[in-house]
C-alpha cells in the first residue's frame, strides 16, 4: 500500500460513509467500523476491511485494528465520528437517552483515542480526527446533554493535541454545522425533530455529508507540520 491505513468509526451511514468514499478515492486502505455491516459492505470500496464493532467494545475495537494494520501497516489517522444525537426537553427526557449519548459521542470517542494514541506518539506521526459539531461551540435548546457531550469533545481534543504536540501527533475538531444525514431522526422529540427539518428547509437546506469529508480530507492531507486545529463549517444561511 502507498497510502497509510485510515480508520473510520459510524461508517455506515451520513459524514462517516461519505468521508470513507472520499478518502478510499484519495487512495487509502480503510478500516470501517459501525454496527451495521451490510450498510458499510455495500459502499464496495477496494482495501476497506468493514467490521461490525460497537464503539463501546473496546476489545472488538482493539481486535479489529490489530487486524486491518496486520493486513494495511499502521493506522495514520483515525476519524473518530461515530455519534448519537436525541434532542429532548430537559425535564422530559429520558436517562438512557442521556447515557446513550454520553457512551457514543464520549466513551465510543475516548476508547479510539486510546485504542491508536500510544502507536501514534512512538512512531512520532498520525492525526486523529473527532467529530464536534456546532453545538459544541454553542448552546441550542433541547440540545442540553448533547450540548455537552460535543462541548467535551472540543475540551478533550484540545487538551491531548497540547499534550501530544511535541510528538508531532494532530489532533483536529471538525465541527459540522447541519448535515443532511439521519442523525436527528433517531430524536424521539417529534417537535425537535420536525423543528430541524423545518428550519433546514427554509435556509436552502442543510450540507451534504460530502462537504464534511472535504473539510476532514484537507485538514489531514495538510503537512503533517501544520494542525488545523479546530473548523466550523456550516451551512452559509445557518444563522445560529
Ligand atoms: P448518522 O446517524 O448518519 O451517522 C452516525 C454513525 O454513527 C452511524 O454510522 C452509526 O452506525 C454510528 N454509530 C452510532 N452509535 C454507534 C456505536 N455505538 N458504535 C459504532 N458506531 C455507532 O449521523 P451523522 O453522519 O450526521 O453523524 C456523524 C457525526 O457527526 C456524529 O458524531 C454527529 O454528532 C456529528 N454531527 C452531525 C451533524 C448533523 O447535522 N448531521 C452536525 C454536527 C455534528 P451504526 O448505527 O451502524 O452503528
Request: include cysteine; hydrophobic fraction near 45%; glycine fraction near 8%.
Amino acid at each position: 500500500m502507498s497510502k497509510p491505513l485510515v480508520i473510520i468509526t459510524g461508517a455506515s451511514s451520513g459524514i462517516g460513509a461519505a468521508t470513507a468514499k472520499l478518502f478510499s478515492e484519495a487512495g487509502h486502505p480503510l478500516l470501517l467500523l459501525a454496527r451495521r455491516l451490510p450498510e458499510m459492505e455495500a459502499l464496495a470500496l477496494p482495501n476497506a476491511l468493514c467490521r461490525a464493532v460497537d464503539v463501546m467494545d473496546v476489545d472488538a475495537f482493539r481486535a479489529a485494528i490489530a487486524e486491518a494494520e496486520a493486513r494495511f501497516g499502521k493506522a495514520d489517522c483515525l476519524v473518530n465520528n461515530a455519534g448519537v444525537m436525541f434532542c429532548g426537553d430537559p425535564v422530559k427526557q429520558s436517562a438512557d437517552e442521556w447515557q446513550r449519548m454520553l457512551d457514543v459521542n464520549l466513551r465510543g470517542l475516548l476508547n479510539g483515542i486510546q485504542l491508536v494514541l500510544e502507536g501514534m506518539v512512538a512512531r512520532q506521526s498520525g492525526t486523529i480526527v473527532n467529530i464536534g459539531s456546532i453545538a459544541g461551540v454553542k448552546t441550542f435548546p433541547k440540545h442540553a446533554v448533547y450540548c455537552g457531550t460535543k462541548f467535551a469533545v472540543h475540551a478533550i481534543t484540545e487538551t491531548i493535541r497540547q499534550e501530544v504536540s511535541g510528538s508531532d501527533v494532530r489532533l483536529v475538531t471538525i465541527a459540522p454545522g447541519m448535515v443532511e444525514t439521519d442523525l436527528v431522526n433517531h430524536s424521539t422529540d417529534a417537535e425537535a425533530r420536525d423543528g430541524w427539518w423545518e428550519y433546514a428547509n427554509r435556509i436552502g437546506g442543510a450540507l451534504k455529508p460530502e462537504s464534511i469529508a472535504q473539510s476532514i480530507l484537507f485538514a489531514y492531507q495538510m503537512p503533517q507540520s501544520v494542525c488545523v486545529r479546530e473548523m466550523v463549517v456550516c451551512p452559509t444561511r445557518q444563522e445560529p
